[in-house]
C-alpha cells in the first residue's frame, strides 16, 4: 500500500448509483490514501449531475456524476466497476484504450463476455476481476482449496450461499469462485462436478459431486458456507458480512494496489498473503 509521500491513488467508480458505487464513496473518507476523482453512472440515471458524495449521503466531494467514462478516466489513476453485467464490455474497452487499470466487482456477466475477451483485455491492462471483494473471502477460498485437498473423498462438499431478496445473480459469484477453489482441490473441473440443487434427486448423490443450494431473502448481505461432511465428522468454513462496507474497504485496497501494476490478470488473493497467513 502506498503512504507517505506519495500521492493518493484517483480512483473512478463506475456504477457509483448502486449500493455498492455508494458504499465505495462513503469508505473513500476513512482511506487517506484514495481519491475518488470521477463518479460514473448510466446515460439515463437520475443521479446524472448530482454531487457523488451527497449522492452517498456523505459531504459533497465536489465530484459529479456523469455517463462520460472516456473523461472520467483521463485524469484517474484506476477504475472500479460496480454496474450492471451488459455494461462490462463496454467499460473494459474503455479502459483498454486510456491504458488504466480495471477492477471488476461486477458479477453475473460471464454469459455476456468471452474468456478471450478477458484475456485480451489482461494482455494490455492490468485487470482484477473479483465477484467479492472481502479479504475474508480471499481467505476463505485458500482454505477451501486446501481443505478439499487435504480430506480424503469421501467427504462430500456442500457449498450454500445466501444474499438480499434483490441480487440479481444466483447462485452468487463469490459462490461460483468457491465452488472452482474446491474443484482445484480435488482436481476436477468445476463445470462436471457442481450440482446446482438436490431439490427433486432421486438415489445417492454421484461421487466428488459438489452441492450448491441458493438462498435469497430479506436484506443479507452475504454469507457462504462450505460444509466437508465426512463419515462421522463435519468441517464447515464460513464467512458472514454484517455490512456492505467491508466489500467497499477490499476493493479501494485493491485498487491503491493495482495501481502502477504491469498488465495481467489478477484476483483478491494477489493482495493478502495467503501463505503468510497460514503459517
Known sequence: MRVGSVAPTRVVIIGVSGRMGQ????????????RITAAVA?????SLGRDAGVLASVQPLGVEVTSDLTAALAAADVAVDFSRPHATRANIAA?????RPLLIGT???AAELTEREIEAAAGEIPLLIAPNTSLGIALLSELVRRAARALPSEFDIEIVEAHHRMKRDAPSGTALALVRAAAEGRDL???????????????????GEIGLAVVRGGDIVGEHTVLFAGPGEELRLSHRAGDRAIFARGALRAAI???????GRYGMSDIVDLDHELS
Not at 42 to 46: D, E, K, L, V
Not at 189 to 207: D, F, K, L, T, Y
Open 23 to 34: 458504499a465505495l464513496v462513503r469508505v473513500a473518507g476513512e482511506l487517506p490514501e484514495v
Open 107 to 109: 458479477t453475473g456477466f
Open 42 to 46: 448510466s446515460a439515463g440515471s437520475a
Open 95 to 99: 479502459c483498454r484504450a486510456a491504458r
Open 257 to 263: 494496489w493495482l495501481r502502477g501494476r504491469p498488465a
Open 189 to 207: 473441473a468445476p463445470a462436471e462436478a457442481v450440482s446446482r440443487s438436490s431439490a427433486g434427486r432421486i438415489g445417492p448423490r454421484r461421487q
